[in-house]
């Protein structure tokens, strides 16, 4: 099928023939990395920019490394290399679950990180992830340089706090400064690819706090403050999971769509919730299935 | 639009042709070269009979633009039937008739190739994992799955 | 008098039939004659075809109403846009056509009737440049009251979706009703029902719902006309159905001076069919562009999403069931109301209405019975044939009725379908009787293979275990009169080619037809080649539907082979004073039993004959036709009964049966092991059959559990694509498939085979929801049997 719609092509050498072309073209210029959704998007009509501007061939882009407790990833990072590195792999087991659940291995070995939390769906599978580790966006434009909070980086279903003269040139998450054990629980339509329909991510440490946030059960991926407030300091046990999940239900906003009802969702939600607490512990201690396994609901 | 001349090596051989910058790969290797062992099946991404070896890795040629071809190495099942495992494998699932309408083949064969190319050894799981964005409407998968596990094997 | 049964008592023949023991190469997992094609990439499909620089393209218009009158067509803006050579509308082309109904026009003339239908289209230089202009055209719609649901389409008020009913031309089994939305109406009434039901213990009755389905064939639709300066039109196709798009091409176009000679269908590999490329559907429009710009090829490709949208999708069913049955478990009555949803234009749907209506009863004895099977017109997409034609959507609610109905009187569900199934000689629902039948031991070895009567537990606390068993049967559903031809040619090596238009979209049947003809002549199977045909060139095949080539072709092409040999054995006998009836072939000679040094390679003479005593030669090529039609069949029958004619050939039957792994909690169910035994008579190719079986499986699983087609309240289809119409991947795969092959010979089948394509599929609905309440006490009679359905009843369930 062939796009219809025209626009022009450009692949900047540096950073800032690329800022200038967006500072010049803003809404109407659109970045190419991966291109699996903008792609889409040209096909359907649902992008029509005056310019692609691929940014492949900035070397600023690149990068995936951990110096003191933070780690960069660039923006033109495909998540078969997130799911490539023993870094990831080791230290992020989380996002590593999280990018093994991303479309397939053909779509994946294009498809960045950085285009996952620019397309901003609240399907989004890395976006919880990047929640538990704290994550910061980073964006350049002609006018500098910012950080942005994972928290203030979704604004809404497809909306994020990048501006339109901007582009993202990696992203850092921290590493969580001790021992832990995490998971990323999604519910899909069945085991093969498929957008979440429902996503609960944790992370739990030895002295029994935890991280919780989620995807698809809300207009954005979000953290859970309120759930985690009631874990936080107490051992995991059904009481507890009850109230946990109780927490949950204030802090999620599900849709009934084509692909599940909000009546599923939200019971779902509090399935996964302990279900994912629970392989989270589990996992801390050294038990539980392997990352990457058993992890589709 | 602005039309891009652009380089790249099909197949082991150079090309060069005139590209729109909305041109689709797939259309291109198709229409334009002659190159029909990627087929269109859903055009979006989901189906994977698009498939074909970008600087040695699978990706969907109905979501690259052709001018991003430009520099790149790319390799369809018509160049991949040199290899040595895609041969191996073709020796299995010809042996298994592992294939029914044959449509979903070549990009079957590519993603195999990707993997085993990568590594000999791949568990069940990883197989699985490298062929999911494969669909195939007709055989139920379960041979081909295991003429994979058997070409692993060397049976 | 049932004439199946003179037509197959055994005759006395000359040379009498190898046993299965002295089978050389049917029965044999032998290789794909295709199968290094399609794994080197070098397998063409239609698309692949080139027609070098001046092909043209083109593009739809599409109606964005459910039901709307066309007021106006502006195509000004598009002619002059950059690269259109046409802009056809439907004032062109006035000819209804259809292949049971004539209720469609090429593109809609004063009505559309469902959101995608074809308004115009556009013909260009390239693809962008149709899609641009075809954005130009301008149409003016009035609005008008559309019906989606074919309980409400049949209700006295509701909009007509053809007013016209009563003037379209038909196949003479459709009863239509003018003034209603009843396209056909297939009545059965055998025995007497209220009698029937006086002598039931329990009686139940119950309404299930069975939504629309897509094939999903990873190829998409495409066709190639090309109407040539001689005036003759070439259509290349992916088509199951070479021959009768053929015949539709040429009624539908006779305007144009065209007749059946000049029109020629090629069709290459198919990249899977399902039903979905049966009979005509977008090709007609590949046809009438090429009619409008002669001299040039045009080429239409389907999008994903009208493939979705714009081909034969499965019909949804609305089933109401009676039964009544005694405590010991016989069924003594059936009511069946069929409401089918065939969509805009039933021209193919009416016939799987048809074929639904006349078996409805399932694989079981039921002496007193009636069914309606009813064809409604709505405004969705056109409804037509899918694996399984009408049969899964009525054993949905057919089987899950069954166990209900067992269990509540306490009886075990696999004993019940033991002691109602049917038999061969039973009367069919229409008059006939069954054929020979191996239902009972598919039964038996199902049963075994899962267990059954033995409770499982899953290891993980959080699962239940259920088990099911179901039964099936189906018929090919083909006119009375679908024959079948073949072509054989020798060549100056002794191999063969062999011309069928029998399609291979995957299934295997160019392998099979090689296998045939190599067990009549000895010619090993990678000494044949068996090509896709093209209607010029090939002989006839109806079309490629129904499980039937196996049979139908399969007897064509033994046919022909057996003709070849006759003529290699006269001709031996003519030039050796052999007596031909010593003649045998073997090892790709002839020989001869009275006289054992006797070896003539067929190299030495298929071609160029046997040289004589006088150095003369003798013979010539060596060649074979082969021709089948089932001249028992007969369609006429008593519209209010059904009684009387022989409209199915045979029925093919068997039993499955499924270990099913449930979460309580998600609802997500797992396929630990399903098993499936079917009576294909003889499995030519044991392997082929196997893919069929799990393949079918496979795709039968997949309707039941998240495939669905999802409209929305103005008849919009909201997944035409695969990230929300979910089919399985190979993560996807049940834990284990067991298939089972049975093997009671069909007396009128080539080496007693029978067809078995369709019916690996239809089982799975049942199944699933059968397991499903086994497990859990929950009934789920609205497909698909969602985990979210499961997990919400299961909840329901519990607050009760």
Partial sequence: MPITTEFEYVKPKDMDEALHVFSLYREKARALAGGTDLIVHLKENLARP??????????????????????????????????????????????????????????????????????A???????????????????????????????????????TALLPEEIVTAVELKLPGKKHGGCYMKLARYDGEDLAQGGIAALAFPDNTYRVAFCALGPKPSRCPAVEAVLNGAKLGEKLLVKAGEALLAEISPISDIRSSKEYRLHMAQVMLGRCLETAVARLFGKGPKYGNGNIC | ???????????????????????????????????KSPKVGCDRGDCGTCTVLMDGKTVRSCLALAVEAHGADIVTLEGANSRKWTQKLQKKFHEKNAFQCGFCAPGVILSATELLEKDPNPTAHEIKEAIAGNLCRCTGYEPIVEAIEETVKGK | MDLQKLITKPKKAARPEKTDDALVTVGKSVQRVDGWEKITGAAKYTDDTEFGPGLLYAALVESPHAHAKIISIDTSAAEKARGVVKVVTGRNFKHKFGLYMNDRYIFANDVVRFVGEQVAAVVATDPKAAMRAAELVKVEYQELPAVLDAVKAFEKDSPLVHPDLKSYTHVPWFFPKPGTNIA????????????????????LEDTYQVPRYAHCAIETHSAI?????????????????????????????????????????????????????AGVTMEIIAAALAIAVPGRPVKLLWSRAQEFYNTYQRLGCTAKIKMGVTKAGKITALDFKLHWDAGAYVEYGANVVNAAGLSASGPYKVDNLSIDSMCTYTNLPPCGAYRGFGYSEFLFGLESHITRMATELGIDPVKFRKLNAIQEGDTLPYGAHMNPTGIRQAIEKVEKEIRWGVKEKSKDPKKVIGKAQVCFWKSPAMPPNASSSAFLKFNEDGSLNILVSGMDMGQGLLTVMAQIASEVLSVPVTKIRVETPDTDRNPYEWQTVGSHVTWGCGNAVKRAALEARERIFDLVQRVHCLDKSTLYVENECVKCRTKPDFALRFSDFVINGIQADDYTFKGGPIMGS??????????????????????N????????????????????????????????????????????IVGGLLQGFATVLYEDMRYNEKGRLLNPNFSDYKIPTVMDMPDEVVPIIIEVAQPDGPYGARGVGEHTMIPCAPLIANAVADALGVRIKCMPVTKEKVALAVKAAKKN
């Fill in chain 1, 50 to 119: 005056e310019v692609v501007v691929d940014v492949k061939a900035l070397e600023e882009l690149a990068g995936l490394d951990l110096k003191g407790g933070v780690l960069h990833i660039g923006a033109r990072v495909t998540f078969s290399e997130l799911i490539a590195s023993a870094v990831i792999k080791g230290k992020f087991p989380v996002l590593w679950e999280a990018s093994l659940t991303v479309a397939s291995t053909g779509v994946r070995n294009r498809a960045t990180l950085a285009g996952n939390i620019c397309s």
């Fill in chain 1, 121 to 159: 769906v609240p399907s989004a599978d890395s976006a919880p992830a990047l929640a538990l580790y704290d994550a910061e966006v980073l964006t350049l434009s002609v006018k500098g340089a910012r950080r942005i909070p994972i928290a203030d980086w979704f604004t809404g279903p497809k909306k």
């Fill in chain 2, 1 to 35: 639009m602005k039309p891009h001349l652009i380089q790249f090596t099909l197949n082991g051989e150079k090309v060069s042709l005139t590209v729109e910058p909305s041109d689709v790969l797939l259309d291109v290797l198709r229409g334009r070269l002659g190159i």
């Fill in chain 3, 184 to 203: 056909h109406w297939r009545k059965i009434r055998k025995g007497d029902l209220a009698g029937g039901f006086n002598k039931a213990d329990l009686v």
């Fill in chain 3, 225 to 277: 006309g090309l109407y040539d300066a001689s005036r003759r039109l070439t259509m290349w196709t992916s088509s199951q159905s070479p021959f009768t798009q053929r015949h539709v091409f040429a009624e539908t176009l006779k305007a144009f001076g065209l007749s059946h000679k000049d029109v020629r269908v090629i069709s290459t590999y198919i990249g899977g069919g399902f039903g979905g490329k």
């Fill in chain 3, 626 to 647: 082969g021709v089948f039609m089932p001249e028992f069949a007969s369609a006429i029958s008593d519209p209010e009964t059904g009684q009387g004619g022989h409209p």
């Fill in chain 3, 649 to 692: 050939v045979h029925y093919t039957t068997g039993s499955a049966g499924i270990i099913l792994e449930i979460d309580k909690e998600t609802g997500k169910m797992k396929i630990k092991k399903v098993a499936l035994a079917v009576d294909c008579g003889k499995a030519i190719n044991p392997d082929l059959v196997k893919g069929q």
